[in-house]
């Protein structure tokens, strides 16, 4: 069991180096106070297509600096690659071979206390190339279970629960239950019984 861990930890860090390394090579940064988190690894992990890799920072001073070294880009300078969307809450752009990258500007700081706020348990995963540390829940990912963590947006929350039981994750009653609680305040919420049964 521990040679099939080590296997899946080695091929999960070998695909994130092979484009962590193309990144930083075609900016010519070190990308100093970065990781990646988030649904790239769990995509990984589930084998399935890659939609986008998500760095994260641990200060908003890497990100500025990261924001410098992708500054040619904004000015056209650098045409492997190319600028999708420029928000409050991340930069999103792409390269040449159409892999999308975001540098996320709303939150920073350590990757242990960013994937702490993810809204849910299965997200909680994160690479940091530098440091060559690794960190995830296989057996959480492989199950699709969802399990609720953290109400940022209830509307992203939600949201997401959409997206991700589209998927064919499951969820069950008790962990909405902790959803609608996070949203009203409130530890009140009726839990009906014989729904609960009725959805294991």
């Not at 296989?138 to 399990?147: A, D, T």
Request: proline fraction near 3%; glycine fraction near 4%; aromatic fraction near 12%.
């Amino acid at each position: 069991m521990t040679e099939i861990r080590d296997s899946l930890e080695d091929e999960i860090k070998h695909k994130l180096d092979i484009v962590d390394l193309d990144l930083k090579g075609i900016l010519k940064s070190k990308l100093q106070g970065s990781y990646i988190a988030g649904g790239a690894l769990v995509s990984i992990i589930l084998k399935k297509k890659v939609h986008d890799y998500d760095y994260w920072f641990e200060s908003e001073l890497y990100f500025n600096q990261a924001l410098i070294d992708l500054q040619p880009v904004f000015d056209g300078l650098n045409p492997a690659l190319t600028i999708l969307a420029d928000t409050d809450r991340a930069v999103t752009f792409m390269d040449e071979s159409k892999r999308k990258f975001q540098f996320i500007r709303s939150t920073f700081g350590s990757a242990e206390d960013v994937v702490d706020h993810f809204d849910f348990k299965h997200t909680r995963a994160f690479y940091i190339p530098s440091e060559n540390r690794l960190s995830y829940d296989e057996e959480l990912i492989l199950s699709k279970r969802l399990e609720f963590q953290f109400m940022r947006s209830p509307i992203g929350t939600f949201t997401r629960l959409s997206k991700f039981a589209k998927r064919g994750y499951t969820i069950k009653p008790s962990e909405i239950k902790k959803m609608l609680e996070a949203v009203t305040g409130s530890d009140a919420v009726p839990l009906e019984e014989d729904y609960c049964e009725s959805s294991q």
